[in-house]
Protein backbone atom coordinates (compact mmCIF):
# COMPACT_ATOMS: atom_id res chain seq x y z
CA UNK A 1 0.00 0.00 0.00
CA UNK A 2 0.95 3.42 -0.54
CA UNK A 3 1.53 5.79 2.22
CA UNK A 4 2.43 9.53 1.05
CA UNK A 5 3.64 10.57 4.64
CA UNK A 6 5.83 7.57 5.13
CA UNK A 7 6.93 7.67 1.94
CA UNK A 8 10.28 9.92 2.10
CA UNK A 9 12.85 7.81 0.08
CA UNK A 10 11.48 8.22 -3.22
CA UNK A 11 12.01 10.53 -5.51
CA UNK A 12 9.50 13.55 -6.96
CA UNK A 13 7.16 13.47 -9.57
CA UNK A 14 9.70 14.82 -12.30
CA UNK A 15 7.43 14.41 -15.05
CA UNK A 16 4.56 16.93 -12.96
CA UNK A 17 7.64 19.53 -11.64
CA UNK A 18 8.46 19.60 -15.61
CA UNK A 19 5.05 20.22 -16.93
CA UNK A 20 4.37 22.82 -13.61
CA UNK A 21 7.87 24.50 -14.88
CA UNK A 22 6.53 24.87 -18.31
CA UNK A 23 3.22 26.13 -17.52
CA UNK A 24 5.19 28.92 -15.52
CA UNK A 25 7.46 29.68 -18.24
CA UNK A 26 4.40 29.93 -20.49
CA UNK A 27 2.49 32.17 -18.22
CA UNK A 28 5.40 34.63 -17.75
CA UNK A 29 5.83 34.76 -21.66
CA UNK A 30 2.28 36.19 -21.83
CA UNK A 31 3.04 39.07 -19.56
CA UNK A 32 6.39 39.86 -22.05
CA UNK A 33 3.88 39.71 -24.91
CA UNK A 34 1.64 42.41 -22.92
CA UNK A 35 -1.35 39.79 -23.33
CA UNK A 36 -4.56 40.80 -21.80
CA UNK A 37 -6.04 38.56 -19.18
CA UNK A 38 -8.70 40.89 -18.03
CA UNK A 39 -10.80 39.89 -21.56
CA UNK A 40 -10.40 36.48 -20.54
CA UNK A 41 -14.54 35.08 -20.12
CA UNK A 42 -13.53 33.92 -16.85
CA UNK A 43 -11.81 36.95 -15.61
CA UNK A 44 -14.28 38.91 -16.67
CA UNK A 45 -17.04 36.63 -14.36
CA UNK A 46 -15.22 36.32 -11.43
CA UNK A 47 -14.69 39.65 -10.78
CA UNK A 48 -17.96 41.71 -12.95
CA UNK A 49 -16.08 44.01 -14.87
CA UNK A 50 -13.62 45.13 -12.05
CA UNK A 51 -10.66 45.77 -13.75
CA UNK A 52 -8.15 46.86 -11.30
CA UNK A 53 -8.98 44.03 -9.26
CA UNK A 54 -8.65 41.47 -12.08
CA UNK A 55 -5.27 42.79 -12.89
CA UNK A 56 -4.59 42.14 -8.99
CA UNK A 57 -4.98 38.72 -8.84
CA UNK A 58 -3.59 38.23 -12.75
CA UNK A 59 -0.56 39.88 -11.26
CA UNK A 60 -0.29 37.73 -8.11
CA UNK A 61 -0.67 34.30 -10.37
CA UNK A 62 2.72 36.46 -12.34
CA UNK A 63 4.56 36.56 -8.87
CA UNK A 64 3.51 32.99 -7.96
CA UNK A 65 4.90 31.53 -11.75
CA UNK A 66 8.06 33.59 -11.02
CA UNK A 67 9.01 32.02 -7.61
CA UNK A 68 7.76 28.90 -9.12
CA UNK A 69 10.46 29.11 -11.97
CA UNK A 70 13.26 30.81 -9.18
CA UNK A 71 12.73 27.90 -6.82
CA UNK A 72 12.27 24.81 -8.69
CA UNK A 73 13.91 25.11 -12.35
CA UNK A 74 17.82 24.64 -10.57
CA UNK A 75 16.03 21.13 -8.87
CA UNK A 76 14.51 20.34 -12.09
CA UNK A 77 17.05 21.33 -14.47
CA UNK A 78 20.18 19.71 -12.59
CA UNK A 79 18.35 16.92 -11.54
Known sequence: MF????DVGSGSNQWL????LIAAVTRVYL?????????LPLTSGMFKG???QAQKFH???LYLSLGYIVL???FTLFA
Open 17 to 20: NIFL
Open 3 to 6: DIVN
Open 59 to 61: RNG
Open 31 to 39: EIIKYDFTA
Open 72 to 74: SAP
Open 50 to 52: NKE
